[in-house]
T-cell receptor, first 113, second 114 residues
Framework: DQQVKQNSPSLSVQEGRISILNCDYTNSMFDYFLWYKKYPAEGPTFLISISSIKDKNEDGRFTVFLNKSAKHLSLHIVPSQPGDSAVYFCAATGNSGNTPLVFGKGTRLSVIA | NAGVTQTPKFRVLKTGQSMTLLCAQDMNHEYMYWYRQDPGMGLRLIHYSVGEGTTAKGEVPDGYNVSRLKKQNFLLGLESAAPSQTSVYFC?????????????FGPGTRLTVL
């Protein structure tokens, strides 16, 4: 059973507009949520994270929103740029030392100039 | 700092052959991980290590073995490769596990098993 779900395999957005990537989770024991970005032929790189005690975390053009009651989080990119075109993975983990990250299947974002 | 490096970058094997993938990190991280990425499947954890001399199974451990004899190295072995093991393999490391601890990924190894 998939614990972290990214139901949109792909998303296309015009340059300058907002990109919204969604993620749902089923395990209520998850305490932290992270977003990773992956370009072709490279390893994933960390983008932004949020603790379950917060509902929003912002870093420049990237904002992550967490709705614990709905077990849903979203990543907003404003404004979107062509260099943001990549695969974005949502991941979740617990707070203990031996809790590995659980990844979603990813969403491929294409920002069109 | 090189971060996380993986050797080799590409490899083609025949069914039944064996090989070892090497992961090295120079950040003095305690935790290391091996993932595989398949189309439409995201990243799935194969094995991980919480410190030198320790290993643990992840989500998809069958057909793989690992060793962490030195803190900076994490080896992934395939004793008898199968076509189902065709994938891109990523190694990662982190200073701690859980919480907001970021994992640092290597560039990946693309393995094809014929």
């Amino acid at each position: 059973d998939q614990q972290v779900k990214q139901n949109s395999p792909s998303l296309s957005v015009q340059e300058g507009r907002i990109s919204i990537l969604n993620c749902d989770y089923t395990n209520s024991m998850f305490d932290y949520f992270l977003w990773y970005k992956k370009y072709p032929a490279e390893g994933p790189t960390f983008l932004i994270s949020i603790s379950s005690i917060k509902d929003k975390n912002e870093d420049g053009r990237f904002t992550v929103f967490l709705n614990k009651s709905a077990k849903h989080l979203s990543l907003h990119i404003v404004p979107s740029q062509p260099g943001d075109s990549a695969v974005y993975f949502c991941a979740a983990t617990g707070n203990s030392g031996n809790t590995p990250l659980v990844f979603g299947k990813g969403t491929r974002l294409s920002v069109i100039a | 700092n090189a971060g996380v490096t993986q050797t080799p970058k590409f490899r083609v094997l025949k069914t039944g052959q064996s090989m070892t993938l090497l992961c090295a990190q120079d950040m003095n991280h305690e935790y290391m991980y091996w993932y595989r990425q398949d189309p439409g499947m995201g990243l799935r954890l194969i094995h991980y290590s919480v410190g030198e001399g320790t290993t643990a199974k992840g989500e998809v451990p069958d057909g793989y073995n690992v060793s962490r004899l030195k803190k900076q190295n994490f080896l992934l072995g395939l004793e008898s490769a199968a076509p189902s093991q065709t994938s891109v393999y990523f190694c990662a490391s982190s200073p701690i596990a859980g919480g907001s601890s970021e994992q640092f990924f290597g560039p990946g190894t693309r393995l094809t098993v014929l």
